[in-house]
């Protein structure tokens, strides 16, 4: 570990990575594997860069709530010299010249602090598994938009097929054909998957859609997992004001020491002993009056700011509120045009032709509403997707 050997244990790092790249396909020859909706949630859960880090979060607010009561188990500690002068270097160690102990100390936490520590653990807790869920359902809420995407690319595709020679091709974006659509696609789900080792296909009839009717009925209610996230933030800002009110109770701290569990020094005792009149009981008591008002302004801005707080997640709610009506005026209004367009459709299937020119006409207008439908479909996935991230997948 010594810096003369940082470029030799870079060199080593450096090979590894030329290894790793080299075994890296090209992305056009790896499989592909077709998987159901059920699999693909099940792998981003498992490799999900996003959601194993926000896990790591929830380990690690688990451990801070253990650790208000791991702080009380008697701790252990070993402590031991030798001193020798230069002209006994030579020489052997003797048992005189050796001296070491053991000592066992109990510490009981603040007694006034720990009803807040432990109900703040668990605040802590709370949040990160909440925070979990939020990222798992954003992940789900972009999957769902590529898939839904992908199946009506496909659609389009297969329309195209049977198009009229007299419709016009629908016009395509520069630079970007089926092959690289394909490639963005599976791209994306590879990361979204956390799985890059195939190029993955989703089924889309494996996946729930979106029932239009049954979400409109939530939309005057928030989400639990969004409610509980406001309420998380009022609660922390709360819990804030009730640290600073602590420190006007008086400290109250308690510990058992026991100095020699064991010790052997000098010759003149050695062995293990442990009795009452070796081990010490510590309780201290204090209280300090808040002459320079310190606390008193402290905790003055820590109920302002739950009030800033207060303010913050109304004017939160109010955008929330207005992006929610964005939603349901797009859905309805794409619903109710799209049950338009397909009474329309089955209007000019129904008709009785005459002539060769109008069923060369019905066949292009047919033609030319269904591309419609597809496409006005793709753009409404956007607002399903928002669903999604707002409400979750269906059950």
């Not at 450096?14 to 890296?24: I, L, N, P, Q, S």
């Not at 979990?132 to 496909?154: A, F, Q």
């Not at 520069?174 to 690289?180: R, Y």
């Not at 996230?229 to 006007?248: F, G, H, K, N, T």
Request: proline residues 3%.
């Amino acid at each position: 570990m010594c810096s003369c050997s940082v470029k030799r244990h870079l060199a080593r790092a450096e090979a590894r990575v030329e290894g790793m790249y080299a075994e890296t396909k090209d992305w056009g020859k790896l499989p592909i594997r077709t998987i159901t909706w059920q699999q693909a949630v099940s792998l981003i859960m498992k490799h999900n860069v996003s959601v194993l880090e926000v896990e790591d979060q929830i380990k690690q607010a688990e451990r801070e709530s253990l650790s208000v009561y791991t702080e009380m188990v008697p701790g252990l500690s070993y402590y031991g010299y030798i001193t020798r002068t230069l002209s006994q270097l030579t020489s052997a160690v003797t048992e005189d010249e050796l001296s070491h102990s053991v000592n066992v100390t109990f510490g009981m936490p603040m007694l006034t602090q720990v009803p807040y520590r432990v109900y703040s653990a668990k605040v802590r807790t709370i949040s990160a598994i909440k925070a979990k869920e939020g990222k798992v359902r954003e992940v789900v809420s972009r999957l769902y938009k590529l898939v839904r995407e992908r199946e009506i690319t496909m659609k389009l595709r297969e329309l195209a097929k049977h198009a009229p020679e007299e419709t016009a091709a629908p016009p395509r974006q520069a630079g970007i054909g089926p092959e690289q659509e394909d490639e963005q696609y599976w791209r994306e789900v590879a990361r979204l998957l956390g799985r890059n080792d195939a190029r993955w296909d989703i089924l889309p009839e494996s996946m729930p859609h979106i029932q239009w009717e049954v979400y409109e009925k939530r939309l005057d209610h928030l989400s639990e997992l969004v409610a509980c996230q406001y309420a998380m933030r009022l609660e922390q800002a709360r819990m804030a004001q009730y640290s600073v009110a602590l420190s006007y109770l008086p400290t109250i701290n308690t510990s058992i020491y026991s100095p020699s569990l064991f010790s052997s020094s000098g010759g003149i005792y050695q062995g293990a002993f442990l009795n009452m009149d070796d081990t010490r009981i510590n309780l201290s008591v204090s209280y300090s009056l808040d002459t320079k008002l310190y606390n008193w302004y402290s905790y003055k801005q820590s109920r302002d700011r739950y009030e800033r707080e207060k303010m913050k997640l109304v004017d939160e709610m109010i955008d929330h509120r207005a992006r929610i009506q964005k939603i349901r005026v797009s859905m309805n209004e794409y619903h109710n045009w799209r049950s338009f367009m397909l009474k329309h459709i089955d209007y000019l299937n129904a008709r009785r032709l005459t002539t060769a020119d109008e069923y060369i006409t019905r066949s292009s207008s047919v033609y030319s509403m269904r591309r419609e439908l597809l496409e006005q479909e793709k753009n409404s996935v956007e607002s399903e997707a928002a669903l999604v991230l707002e409400y979750g997948m269906p059950e």
